[in-house]
Nanobody, 133 residues
Framework: QLQLEESGGGLVRPGGSLRLSCAVS????????IGWFRQAPGKDREGVSC????????YYADSVKGRFTISRDTAKNTLYLQMDTLNPEDTGVYSC??????????????????????????WGQGTLVTVSS
């Protein structure tokens, strides 16, 4: 069973940067679509950035495009989210979520990010990011 553990959250001033990590255990990253999701106070969880199996597609939400970069290190079985030029609207609990690629059509990153909060069953515990002066 795939297990996910996030780290790297914290308090940062507007304009600052953070790098989140999601350590994966129990399976190989290449067999999964995986992504970062966040939940701001009082709001629903939303997809931030997702990557499909073997990096065949990558998606960024419009609100983070050009500021955030998703990457994964298959040797370390770890997913990263580099977050630059942070603003207070980026505040929230960031979680990684994953779904195994089955025998059907390859999971697309955009679809995973948009619909993932509704159906994903594999989640980490989350890490809090607070952007404030």
């Amino acid at each position: 069973q795939l297990q996910l553990e996030e780290s790297g959250g914290g308090l940062v001033r507007p304009g600052g940067s953070l790098r989140l990590s999601c350590a994966v255990s129990g399976a190989t990253l290449d067999d999964y679509a995986i992504g970062w999701f966040r939940q701001a106070p009082g709001k629903d969880r939303e997809g931030v950035s997702c990557v499909s199996p073997r990096d065949s597609s990558i998606y960024y939400a419009d609100s983070v495009k050009g500021r955030f970069t998703i990457s994964r290190d298959t040797a370390k079985n770890t997913l990263y989210l580099q977050m630059d030029t942070l603003n207070p609207e980026d505040t929230g609990v960031y979680s990684c979520g994953a779904v195994q690629q089955g025998p059907g059509p390859r999971i697309l990153a955009q679809a995973m990010c948009i619909t993932g909060p509704l159906y994903l069953e594999i989640w980490g515990q989350g890490t809090l990011v607070t952007v404030s002066s």
